[in-house]
């Protein structure tokens, strides 16, 4: 009996961290999708680059909002999805 909960237990948080893994995974498409399209596609009003950012800017503003304080100048080159891959990156060796 013990050793079926012990099973369960394990089976368990192996999926906990593969969904977590496919999470990040996901997150890190988005922000080089929103990358990507951000130079090909110029219109905020198009619903695809819209639905990117509603996704990623969440993630994102921390980032921006940090650089911004710090007083870092970027000028017009944002450097928040970096710091967004290195957090997601990070969290997923802790987490692994």
């Given at each position: ?32 999708a929103r990358i990507f399209v951000?130079f090909i596609i110029r219109d ?44 997601l990156d990070i969290i997923r060796?802790?987490?692994?």
């Open positions: 009996m013990k050793q079926e909960v012990r099973i369960e237990l394990i089976f368990n948080r192996l999926i906990l961290i593969r969904a977590v893994d496919l999470f990040i995974y996901i997150l890190k498409l988005l922000i080089i951000s905020l009003r198009n619903p695809i680059l819209r639905f990117l950012y509603q996704i990623t800017e969440p993630l994102l503003m921390p980032f921006r909002t940090l650089i911004y304080k710090l007083g870092i100048n970027t000028g017009m080159f944002d450097f928040s999805p970096i710091l967004a891959f290195l957090t060796t802790i987490l692994f």
